[in-house]
């Protein structure tokens, strides 16, 4: 099976929401080539149609997921203007595919961040500010029933995201320390630090750098990275009401129609 007919079940799971039987059936286990070059053919159609790309999300931050899916590194996805939302909105449920919460940080990029060998002190330097998000992670695979080809080529399971308002300085917040927490209808459901992320946010801002510089598309100035979960994910319902603390950057609450 090509790699145009593999995107083409993804995107058309997506347009009907009935979610689709896992593809790397169709891939080598670990042809993670192959499945980004899934996932662009279709971030390349939706961008044709008029999508804007506003940024990129990390996945797999968490080592342990990594060992769970017999990986040694993240993967990411791309993010589109659609996919972002805003306080005081409402997600629609409708919208979403088999969808989870995860809080995660935000940077957001004065600069390109160009070149090899990037460090943390470049990505701190090329870093506007950082802020709270929550992520809406989707799956156009049946019952999350992924490995990470799968989950490649499906945007890295990406779907939707909110921003935080209170913007700071990535030097003034402790990453690797400050705390967070996930509440869905005041239950708290999930808590992590920035350890839960690589050890902290800024490693995977340094890996999802020089990945994108290997790959010639460089991180650019203006985009939004969404580093990584400080927690573990948590199952979304119709009107569920959905809160993030992250320590030092405030909270983020909207609710599910």
Same mark, same amino acid.
């Given at each position: 099976?090509?790699?145009?007919?593999?995107? *083409?079940?993804?995107?058309?799971?997506?347009?009907?929401?009935?979610?689709?039987?896992?593809?790397?059936?169709?891939?080598?286990?670990?042809?993670?080539?192959? !499945?980004?070059? &899934?996932?662009?053919?279709?971030? =390349?159609?939706?961008?044709?149609?008029?999508?804007?790309?506003?940024?990129?999300? &990390?996945?797999?931050? %968490?080592?342990?997921?990594?060992?769970?899916?017999?990986?040694?590194?993240?993967? /990411?996805?791309?993010?589109?203007?659609?996919?972002?939302?805003?306080?005081?909105?409402?997600?629609? /449920?409708?919208?979403?595919?088999?969808?989870?919460?995860?809080?995660?940080?935000?940077?957001?990029?004065?600069?390109?961040?160009?070149?090899?060998? &990037?460090?943390?002190?470049?990505?701190?330097? !090329?870093?506007?500010?950082?802020?709270?998000?929550?992520?809406?992670?989707?799956?156009?695979?049946?019952?999350?029933?992924?490995?990470?080809? =799968?989950?490649? *080529? =499906?945007? !890295?399971?990406?779907?939707? /995201?909110?921003?935080?308002?209170?913007? *700071? +300085?990535?030097?003034?917040?402790?990453?690797? #320390?400050?705390?967070?927490?996930?509440?869905? +209808?005041?239950?708290?459901?999930?808590?992590? =630090?920035?350890?839960?992320?690589?050890? #902290?946010?800024?490693?995977?801002?340094?890996?999802? !750098?020089?990945?994108?510089?290997?790959?010639?598309?460089?991180?650019?100035?203006?985009?939004?990275?969404?580093?990584? *979960?400080?927690?573990?994910?948590?199952?979304?319902?119709?009107?569920?009401?959905?809160?993030? %603390?992250?320590?030092?950057?405030?909270?983020?609450?909207?609710?599910?129609?």
């Amino acid at each position: 099976m090509t790699h145009q007919e593999i995107a *083409a079940i993804l995107l058309q799971a997506e347009i009907t929401q009935k979610a689709c039987d896992p593809i790397r059936s169709h891939l080598k286990e670990l042809d993670l080539e192959s !499945a980004y070059k &899934i996932q662009k053919i279709n971030v =390349d159609q939706k961008i044709a149609k008029g999508g804007i790309e506003i940024g990129k999300k &990390i996945g797999l931050t %968490s080592f342990k997921v990594q060992e769970q899916l017999g990986v040694d590194q993240p993967d /990411f996805g791309v993010l589109l203007q659609h996919m972002q939302f805003q306080q005081g909105e409402n997600l629609a /449920f409708a919208e979403l595919m088999q969808p989870k919460a995860e809080a995660e940080i935000a940077f957001i990029l004065k600069e390109d961040l160009k070149g090899k060998n &990037i460090t943390i002190e470049d990505v701190i330097l !090329a870093t506007d500010y950082i802020t709270s998000a929550i992520e809406i992670v989707g799956s156009r695979i049946k019952d999350w029933n992924i490995k990470i080809t =799968d989950t490649i *080529a =499906d945007n !890295a399971s990406s779907s939707h /995201f909110i921003l935080g308002t209170k913007k *700071a +300085n990535v030097q003034e917040i402790d990453l690797e #320390n400050n705390k967070m927490q996930l509440f869905v +209808n005041d239950q708290l459901v999930s808590e992590g =630090d920035g350890t839960s992320c690589m050890g #902290n946010p800024l490693n995977s801002v340094v890996w999802l !750098a020089n990945k994108m510089n290997d790959l010639g598309n460089p991180l650019k100035k203006g985009e939004i990275i969404l580093s990584g *979960a400080l927690g573990p994910m948590v199952n979304l319902n119709p009107s569920d009401k959905v809160k993030a %603390s992250i320590e030092g950057l405030g909270n983020i609450d909207f609710l599910v129609d």
